[in-house]
């Protein structure tokens, strides 16, 4: 092995500075070009694959310029990962998890997802982690074994949703003029689809209200305006047709045997 000089190390930076600059470029071409025919999960995986490999490639030629032994420094490298791997049991099996995200592909990056409690769009699919930001802009890393272990909601997953609202009216309500002024509702939101068909449900007799069932399909980008926009339409129609929309009552009953309840009324003072 012949001793190095200045200008062999001088050699070295530059291949390792140049390279690294030519990597990162690459992996952002790459990135562009799949734009069109790939889905962002796609994208960020084969940028992170070039880039991860790239950089692998060019430390392994600075390491061969300045004549360093590959086999020993894999042979060291080898020992190092297993006992990393002993250490860091918990960083193996978000990697494994990671790995089964990867080829599952339960979401892909952009889709809106609840895991639990936490509701939030993916930002990046890693091999330790996923990072979420929630609807109130809160950044969230979430470990892949968690999401591997867990219920996982992608809401986004299919172009259409049907969106579910509970409406209880009182119990002197006609059934069938209930059921007729919601699907007018329904029918003349925009915010809606026709097809597939939506759907008004009496579904029970609740303790104190008639409780209908309204479905309403609806594309993924109109979640909220469809939220807000039908609510308000029912309940000024409500307004304007007459219908009492219920709420909680209580009766009182203390059995035929028993005297009725004293009621006194008294009025305020100075009344």
């Known amino acids: 092995m012949k001793p190095l000089d200045l200008n ?5 930076l530059a291949i390792l500075v140049v390279g690294l600059g030519i990597v990162f470029l690459l992996s952002r071409l ?14 960020l995986l084969a940028q992170k694959a070039l880039l991860y490999v790239g950089i692998v490639l060019v430390i392994c ?18 020992i190092v990962t297993v006992a990393v791997g002993f250490a860091a049991q918990t960083s193996l099996s978000n990697l494994i998890s990671g790995l089964f ?28 982690s996923v990072k979420l930001r929630t609807l109130d802009n809160l950044f969230v890393r979430m470990p892949n074994e968690t999401l591997i272990k867990a219920e996982v909601t992608t809401v986004t997953r299919f172009p259409i949703r049907r969106m579910d609202i509970n409406v209880g ?3 002197k309500e006609d059934v069938a003029k209930v059921a007729r002024v919601l699907r007018e509702v329904v029918d003349a939101n925009p915010n809606g689809l026709i097809e597939p068909e939506p759907l008004i449900l009496f579904k029970d007799f609740g303790s104190s209200s008639l409780d209908f069932l309204v479905g309403v399909w609806f594309e993924k980008t109109k979640f909220l305006v469809l939220k807000n926009s039908i609510m308000r339409d029912i309940k000024e129609r409500f307004d304007a047709e007459g219908i009492e929309i219920a709420f909680p009552h ?10 009725a309840f004293p009621v006194t009324v008294e009025k305020p003072d100075g009344g």
Do not use: C, K, W
Not at 8 to 12: D, E, K, N, P
């Open 30 to 43: 790459t990135a562009r070009a799949m734009m069109r025919n790939f889905s962002p999960h796609h994208r």
């Open 101 to 128: 995200l990867l080829s599952e592909r339960p979401f892909q990056v952009g889709d809106l997802i609840v895991v639990g409690t936490t509701r939030g769009v993916v930002l990046s699919i890693d091999l330790l």
């Open 250 to 259: 209580l009766t009182v009953y203390a059995g035929s045997e028993s005297p």
């Open 8 to 12: 062999s190390i001088l050699y070295a």
């Open 61 to 78: 030629t600075v390491l061969i310029h300045l004549q360093v032994n590959l086999t020993a420094v894999l042979g060291a490298a080898g």
């Open 169 to 171: 009216v009182a119990y």
